[in-house]
Every structure is written in structure tokens, then in C-alpha cells.
Nanobody, 124 residues
Framework: QVQLVESGGGLVQAGGSLRLSCAATGRTFSTYAMAWFRQAPGKEREFVAAVSWTGRAIAYADSVKGRFTISRDTAKKMVYLQMSTLKPEDTAIYLC?????????????????WGQGTQVTVSS
């Protein structure tokens, strides 16, 4: 079993940067693909970025390509999302998730474990 706790959210002006962190517990963390999803008020949850358990496969949503970077530190059981050039439309609750599927899955149903989320608000 894996438990996930996100941190690093906050209020930032458009054009600014934030780094989100996801701390994982559980002995099998190293075998899980990890991802970030987000959910804005009144909208469905959407995929943001994913990294395979090896770190070799990475996927991004088109809306964040070139602005966001996902990374993982398996030894520390951490996953990060570096967000740059933030836009007001990036405002959402950001959730960390873990999947036993191969590669870097982009669909929520492939993820078994979810964190509670951290709020990111980008002001214009």
C-alpha cells in the first residue's frame, strides 16, 4: 500500500513558479508510476504529468508542455512537479497519484492511490 501527501501549493502571480512535492510511504514505491492530476472548480479532473517507475518514460498534458517538469527521487520516495510560467488557468487542486501500470499512464483509472491534494492559485 502507498500513502501520498502533497505540499508546496500556494498563491502566485501569473508568470511565477512553484514546486510541488509528493511524499510517499510504502515499501513498493519504487515499482509505481507516479503522476500529477489537477481539478479546477466545476471541472473534471485532468492529467498533468506522469513518470514511469524507472524514470525513463515521462508524459505531459499539452497544456503544460514546456512549462512543467515532473521528476522523482526514488531513494527519498518523493515526486516533484516544477511549474513555471504559471497562468491563471493553472489554478486548481493538484493531486499526486501512484499506479502499478507500466510506462507513464495518463488516465486516472490506471491510478490506485491518491493524495488529498494541494491548492495552487495563480492570480492575473
Amino acid at each position: 500500500q502507498v500513502q501520498l501527501v502533497e505540499s508546496g501549493g500556494g498563491l502566485v502571480q501569473a508568470g511565477g513558479s512553484l514546486r510541488l512535492s509528493c511524499a510517499a510511504t510504502g515499501r513498493t514505491f519504487s515499482t509505481y508510476a507516479m503522476a500529477w492530476f489537477r481539478q479546477a472548480p466545476g471541472k473534471e479532473r485532468e492529467f498533468v504529468a506522469a513518470v514511469s517507475w524507472t524514470g525513463r518514460a515521462i508524459a505531459y498534458a499539452d497544456s503544460v508542455k514546456g512549462r512543467f517538469t515532473i521528476s522523482r527521487d526514488t531513494a527519498k520516495k518523493m515526486v516533484y512537479l516544477q511549474m513555471s510560467t504559471l497562468k491563471p488557468e493553472d489554478t486548481a487542486i493538484y493531486l499526486c497519484a501512484a499506479s502499478s501500470s507500466a510506462g507513464a499512464p495518463m488516465y486516472g483509472y490506471e491510478y490506485t492511490y491518491w493524495g488529498q491534494g494541494t491548492q495552487v492559485t495563480v492570480s492575473s
